[in-house]
């Protein structure tokens, strides 16, 4: 995807040599099983952006720092030298005018309406398309820094195609959208119920079983107890303790160590795709997160 100039940016004054459009240095669009959403790593030269319409919801974290970008919001406009982590937030439709000066390396999560529609209620979803753009919200949202933390974590996982996992993606991206009512003001009303019951929970368990090896996702875990997956993630994770993704995690160690002791003669990389696991490097990663050990260093002491 490329931002053609005509329509979005203008080069400065300050700097005319300013490129022909933003250039794309990592984006979710070309990985597969990725979820309903965009995240794509950027960078561009000083510019302006005016007469910009978004589609959707759009959340960008600055990740260089001393770019000075000036914006426009309700007749108000200044300058702010900015520092990695400066997060930004716009509704669908048109942004406020903003000009920059200098290299601008920013992360950027594109959210579809559908999506967002898809896991709000009718209510909450009225709220966020009301909000007006926000600029800086680390300077007075104390809530920023979950913001943070998630964008750092979906660009990492753009970054390091092999090794995410579209389970981890899909929490995250439903993490963000829960950050994003709260910055509506919008108390999101859990189902009415203390967590998943002991039969549901046996269920999904039942399910990530038989599918171990398959591509699971948050959304059709959710359907097997009819609960959004907006809710899921929140009422699994109190009745288990762990969110879904940890919790799928942990089961496929699980597997990949009975697999080490029941086959022994089957690979490793055999044993990884058999566990749902992308790849060898992918399972020893993990499998030394979980129990501090390779899965050959926990085979041999084991035997030991």
Known sequence: ??????????????????????????????????????????????????????????????????????????????????????ISFAPPGPSAPSSWKGLRHFALVSMDRDFVASVVDAGTFRRMNAMTMHYCLDEYYADAS??????????????????FDPLAAEEAGLALVEWMTRLAGSRVTLDPCDGLSRPQVRLVSDYIDANIGSALSITSLAQLVNVSPF??????????????????????????????FTHSKVSLSAIAIACGFADQSHLTRVFKRFSGRTPREYARSSVA
């Not at 700097?15 to 099983?33: D, H, K, M, V």
């Not at 899921?232 to 009975?258: C, H, M, N, Q």
């Open 146 to 163: 979950t913001c943070q933390q998630l964008l750092t974590s979906l660009v990492w996982m753009i970054r390091n195609p092999g090794s």
């Open 231 to 260: 809710h899921f993630s929140r009422l699994f994770k109190k009745s288990t303790g762990l969110s879904p993704w940890r919790y799928v995690l942990r089961w496929r160690v699980d597997r990949a160590i009975e697999m080490l």
């Open 1 to 86: 995807m490329r931002y053609e100039p005509t329509v979005y940016y203008i080069p400065s004054r300050s700097n005319p040599q300013s490129p022909a459009f933003t250039e794309i240095l990592g984006s979710s669009r070309s990985l597969i099983r990725w979820p309903g959403f965009v995240v794509e790593e950027m960078q561009d030269r000083g510019g302006s952006a005016r007469d910009v319409t978004a589609r959707g919801f759009r959340v960008a974290m600055l990740l260089n720092g001393g770019v000075e970008t000036w914006w426009r919001d309700q007749g108000f406009g200044r300058w702010r030298r900015g520092s990695p982590g400066v």
